[in-house]
């Protein structure tokens, strides 16, 4: 049995054990939140729609606090999502409000494309570490050992007519 | 002696020619979908005239005006509305408002004439009936204190001015000033299309 072979379950243990700490990552509640919560974690997510670089939760301004009275009243009613909430006011204001990115559509891409970077350096490196091992493996074969030792043998008589 | 150092050197040269056009076409798939994400994205488009409340019903919108008669735009359908986003200190506003006052009169003078609005948008009442009183204009006002009208409706900036047609639905959005003219006009073709 190759090395290669032998050395498979500790990869795929690796794998499991990264595929299962990102689903619970994923997946983490962090338990029931109160509205005032709520309101706090959704206007994170929505950007202020007159000011440049801050969130809904951030900005003083008069649209921002409209919104987040929007939110805190949606909230209050307890019939609508996070997301459906997010929805709403993306609707009425554009997608320039999203500050996360949607995963569907082509938006899905910006989450995509830095997976597949990812694959593909992982991949290009192992490639590149294989084929570097398999040059340091090279086996010295007996025409390589009489160079050494033809080699060797000079430098002795090197030192001895010096 | 140094023969097998050379064939690894070729065998992996020649390997490498064979991946290159893959890796650079992986490389280009990437760059070109970079691209198609960064080209289509939304651009600011300040007088953008879209909204997804186009050919649906109007929010509902409850408040009360200056003169505190109470102000519900359900309760006006039957009639076409026109609601102008206002603030006293937005200088294209206060450029707007001549074109307003000549069109509430063109419609004053007509059978189903619009039924013209202003929504305060962040402004104190009183500054905005002090422009009213020294420019003119005897619409009615309304009041959004807390931003709910503008929020509903997706107003950011202004001036907006939205129509909302008998029915109650949301027909036209201009993110951008109008002139009386081309408001009538539009206002004409809509009466005709609504048969």
Known sequence: MTRSLKSWPSWVLLVLVVGGLLAVGAARDSGPRSPKERVEDISRRLACPICDGESVF???????????IEIARQVGSGAVSDDQII???EQRFGSRVLLVPRATGIDALVWALPVAALVCAVVGLGVAFRRWKAAADTIPDDADRELVAAAIAGDAEAAEGS | MSEPVVTETLVSGRSGRRLAPFISLGVAIVLAALFVVLASGEAEKPD????????????????????????????????????NFFQSTCLPCKAEHPELVEFAAQQAGIADGAE??????????DAVAKWFAENGGGWPIVKDDDGAIATAFGVAKVPETWIVDPSGVVVVRHATTITADSLAVELQQLRQAYG
């Open chain 2, 116 to 125: 013209l609005y202003t929504v305060i948008k962040d402004d104190p009442d």
């Open chain 2, 48 to 83: 953008v005239t879209s909204s997804f409340l186009l050919g649906r019903p109007a929010p509902a919108v409850i408040s009360t005006t200056l003169d505190e008669q109470r102000f519900d735009l359900s309760r006006r359908k039957g009639s076409w509305v026109v609601l």
């Open chain 1, 87 to 89: 929805n709403f006011i």
């Open chain 1, 58 to 68: 951030e900005s003083r301004n008069a649209d921002s606090q409209a919104i987040r």
